[in-house]
């Protein structure tokens, strides 16, 4: 299983988000990741492979501020629990982030279609068609 955590509003995300991702921990999970935009800095990414204390050194190290902003924890299904595979994912433009939780069936069949029509993949996860 994983967590989907979402936060708009007026108080700093980073810290609504990883607590509403602490109490959604005993749900399981291999990596945990947060996207954040709202401070002028755009789009801004922190993932980590493992427990939330990873990534919460990971936003230590390379903080990141905002008041908008999603977060997850991955249970891996496709794709190995690595840094890279943790959600969120950009789509090739760089403009739009995802999380997802589930099972894409004919995300092979997709994904080469897309590639097809130029997109660019950077993971092994099926989120990445969506």
């Not at 794709?79 to 959600?87: D, K, L, S």
Request: net charge positive; with cysteine; proline share 3%.
């Amino acid at each position: 299983m994983c967590g989907i955590v979402g936060y708009v509003g007026n108080k700093r995300v980073v810290p609504v988000i990883i607590d509403g991702l602490k109490r959604l921990e005993y749900r399981g999970y291999d990596s945990a990741g947060i996207a954040v935009c709202g401070n002028g800095e755009g789009l801004q990414i922190r993932r980590a492979e493992g427990k939330l204390r990873n990534l919460e050194e990971v936003i230590r190290l390379k903080p990141l501020d905002g008041t908008y902003g999603i977060g997850h924890t991955r249970w891996a299904t496709h794709g190995r629990p690595t840094e890279e595979n943790a959600h969120p994912h950009r789509d090739c433009s760089g403009r739009v982030v995802v999380v997802h939780n589930g099972i894409i069936e004919n995300y092979v069949a997709l994904k080469r279609k897309l590639i097809e029509e130029g997109h660019r993949f950077t993971t092994e996860t099926d989120t990445e068609v969506i």
